[in-house]
C-alpha cells in the first residue's frame, strides 16, 4: 500500500506538473533585494533551494517527474508484453523454437546493462526514446525466463488437453488459457522493471547522455557535478537524489507485496 501510494502520488505530480511548479525550471529568478538567486539554500521562498544560476529545483524536480514517470511505466508496460510474449512461445512450442528464443535469452544476460545503455544512446544519439530502447531491449529477460517455466508446467495441465481435444488452436490455448495464469507473475516483473528503468535513466541522464531539451532527476545531479557543487550544495543533488529513491522503491514495494500474491506459501516464512 505505502508504495501504491507514493507512485500515485508521483503520477498525480507529473500529470498536473505545468501547474505544481511555481517557476520555469530553466528562468533565472531574483531574491527580493533584486540580485540573483544563486545558490541559495531551502528556504519559504525556495524551498528545495536555487542552483548556480538561479533556477528553482523545486520546480525542476516537479518538472522531472514526467520523464521518471513516464520513462518507468512506459518500460514497465513494454517489458510485460515483450517477455510475457517471448516466454508464452518459447515454453509452448519447445523444441528448435525453445531452444532459439533461449539462447537469444542468454545471449541477453551476457550484456552488462548500464554499459549495453550507455553505449546504445551514446550510439544512437540522445535522447528519451533511445533511453527507452535501450533499456526494454535488455530488460525482458528476466520476465521471459520465468515465464516460460510456468508455461511449461502449465502446458501439460489437464485443462490445456481438453481445449486441444475441444479443437481450440494454438493461438487461443496459449492467450485464452495459458496467459491468464501468468499475468500475475508478468506484473510482478514489471514492477521491478519499473524501478530498474527509473534508476537507469537516472544514470544515462548523470552520465551526460539524456536528452538535452529535457529536465529530468538525473540531469539536474548532473548539472550540479559538473558544476562541482555536490560538496557545497547539498540541497542540489538531496532533493532529485531523494525522489528517485522513493519512487524506485515504490516499485519494489509494489513487486515485492505482488509477489506474496502470486505466491502465499512467502506470507508464511
Not at 514517470?69 to 512450442?93: E, Q
Not at 520476465?143 to 481450440?168: H, N, P, W
Not at 490455448?173 to 495459458?178: D, L, N, V
Not at 529530468?216 to 545531479?221: A, F, P
Request: net charge positive; with cysteine.
Amino acid at each position: 500500500m505505502i508504495g501504491l501510494f507514493i507512485l500515485a502520488a508521483f503520477i498525480l505530480v507529473a500529470v498536473f506538473a505545468p501547474y505544481l511548479a511555481p517557476h520555469d525550471p530553466m528562468e533565472t529568478l531574483n531574491k527580493p533585494t533584486g540580485r540573483i538567486a544563486r545558490m541559495v539554500p531551502p528556504s519559504w521562498q525556495f524551498p528545495f533551494g536555487t542552483d548556480r544560476l538561479g533556477r528553482d529545483i523545486f520546480s525542476q524536480v516537479i518538472i522531472g517527474s514526467r520523464v521518471a514517470v513516464g520513462v518507468g511505466l512506459l518500460c514497465a508496460i513494454m517489458v510485460v508484453f515483450i517477455g510475457t510474449n517471448i516466454g508464452l512461445i518459447s515454453g509452448y512450442y519447445g523444441g528448435k523454437i525453445d531452444d532459439l528464443l533461449m539462447r537469444m535469452t542468454d545471449i541477453i544476460y551476457g550484456i552488462p546493462f548500464l554499459p549495453f545503455a550507455v553505449i546504445l544512446v551514446a550510439l544512437l544519439g540522445p535522447g528519451l526514446f533511445n533511453i527507452v530502447l535501450a533499456i526494454v531491449l535488455i530488460s525482458w529477460r528476466s520476465t521471459a525466463r520465468v515465464i516460460r517455466a510456468q508455461v511449461l508446467t502449465l502446458k501439460e495441465r489437464a485443462f490445456i488437453e481438453a481445449a486441444r481435444v475441444a479443437g481450440a488452436s494454438d493461438f487461443r490455448i496459449m492467450y485464452r488459457h495459458i496467459m491468464p495464469n501468468v499475468l500475475p507473475l508478468s506484473f510482478v516483473y514489471g514492477a521491478l522493471s519499473m524501478g530498474w528503468a527509473i534508476l537507469t535513466e537516472a544514470s544515462v541522464s548523470f552520465l551526460g547522455y539524456g536528452d538535452p531539451l529535457l529536465i529530468s532527476w538525473g540531469k539536474i545531479i548532473f548539472m550540479c557535478y559538473v558544476a562541482q557543487a555536490i560538496t557545497v550544495a547539498w540541497w542540489w543533488v538531496m532533493a532529485p537524489g531523494l525522489a528517485i529513491m522513493l519512487l524506485v522503491l515504490s516499485g519494489f514495494f509494489i513487486g515485492r507485496a505482488y509477489e506474496q500474491v502470486v505466491n502465499p506459501r512467502l506470507r508464511q516464512r
